[in-house]
């Protein structure tokens, strides 16, 4: 079983960044994709961003492309996600989460069903 834990979370105000990490206590190279989601209080938990391992292919939700930027140190077993000109809407829990499928051949890589294990996830709050 891989364990994920966060790091990285705070407050900060609109404009600026943070960069969180996800070590793994597994090899991360195992893991067909990792990826990270966010939830606020009373919604949907949503995909933000996924990388995976074939070919490091990344995506974004619309709502972050051009802001956030993935990345996978296999060599560390980390997962980490670089957050720029942060909003007040990106406040959020965010959550680490990863798989060793596909299970399908349609993968969905922003969808919280195709994702094993997860992190207890770390606070970002951004403040306007």
Request: proline share 4%; aromatic share 12%; glycine share 10%.
């Amino acid at each position: 079983r891989v364990q994920l834990v966060e790091s990285g979370g705070g407050s900060v105000q609109a404009g600026g960044s943070l960069r969180l990490s996800c070590a793994a206590s597994g090899d991360t190279r195992s893991m067909y994709c990792m990826a990270w989601f966010r939830q606020v209080p009373g919604e949907q938990r949503e995909g933000v961003a996924s990388i995976s391992n074939n070919f490091g292919s990344t995506y974004y939700a619309d709502s972050v492309k051009g802001r956030f930027t993935v990345s996978l140190d296999n060599a560390k077993n980390t997962l980490h996600l670089q957050m720029n000109s942060l909003k007040p809407e990106d406040t959020a829990m965010y959550y680490c989460a990863a798989t060793p499928g596909p299970y399908s051949p349609a993968f969905q890589a922003l969808e919280r069903y195709e994702y094993n294990y997860w992190g207890l996830g770390t606070q970002v709050t951004v403040s306007s």
